[in-house]
């Protein structure tokens, strides 16, 4: 008799509840949030399991891995679709969380969403690490900035390299500021140099990635922004269009149809928001940077003039995304114009 198998699963503890083929009860019970501990559980109440399925989070991508490569049939589904569903129930428990997984299992009311493989996640982890260090380092920035301006010291617009200079000339003048900003200094530093240190190896992985290297030639496109593409989309057949993938990087306008109301609303920003980040940035280049002329920069100009800057730069990156994915899956390069627009 085929099973149905439901894990809610939480950092210390997993629920685990299985079905039978009516939707009977046969086990519930936890486990330790660890592969074997759940491994061995359900070796011995779901040793014919169908469907095991558990939701995305935090822990999914190493659950999935390590139980599929112990021969485990597990599927990971959409979060937001499933508590669409187990928001039905009146009573929130782990235990109610897992009977309810079981049941979507059972019943084929899912959605699964694609799990990354190793390698995308651990380049995946580099730009959010290397994200996560520029955040930091632009409130640094901000804060020199706000502590100089309190003494009615306006530092200008300049990069950190150039507010560094800047603050230390202000130093020079001033001594008794040396308690004060030469921590803020010393912390810029140690960040400029791991931030430099990600860049170098992130270079390297791209131009070793032949995919890569062909987004690189749409304009305003480069390393990094097709580095996040990749590792995001993961596997480009996922998608039976391009033209799917701006709404699943969250680039397209929600809709609300009923009866005689249909509005259409700003982009969903669903998906990957550092992806999403770097291709808006692409477009900025491509429109007010990049000088080579190209049918994307005409479009995009003549669309400026129509809906303005902001919202063109949207429908630029949508068309992006369309763009690089074409082109992973072509096996094509962007065909730009020679001469200048």
Known sequence: MKQYVGLDISMEETSICVLDQAGGVTFEGCAPTNPEAIAELLRR??????????ETGSLSNWL???????????ICLDARHANAALSMRINK??????KGLAEMARMGWYREAAVKGAESWKTRSMLAARSKLVDLR?????????????????L????????????????????????????????????TEQIEKFDRELLVMAKGDQTVRRMMTVPGIGPLTALAFVVTIDNPARFRHSADVGAYLGLTPRRHQSGEIDRTGRISKRGNHQ?????????????????????????????????GAKKTKVAVARKMAVILHSIWTDGTEFQAEMRAA
């Open 64 to 74: 999935w891995h390590q139980l599929r490569a112990l021969g485990f049939p597990v």
């Open 138 to 154: 632009r409130d640094l920035d901000n804060q020199m900035r706000g502590l100089c301006k309190g003494l009615g010291i306006l």
């Open 156 to 191: 200008g617009r300049a990069g950190s390299t150039n507010l560094a200079r800047k603050v230390n000339a202000v130093l020079a003048e001033s001594p008794d500021l040396q308690s004060i900003f030469a921590p803020l200094l010393l912390a810029q530093s140690c960040l």
């Open 93 to 98: 428990s782990d235990q109610n969380d897992a």
């Open 45 to 54: 109440h779901a040793g014919n399991a169908e469907r095991i399925v558990f």
């Open 275 to 307: 992806v999403r980040t770097y291709l808006f940035e692409a477009a900025n280049v491509l429109l007010t940077v990049v000088r080579r002329g190209s049918a994307l920069k005409r479009w995009g100009s003549k669309l400026t003039k129509r809906i």
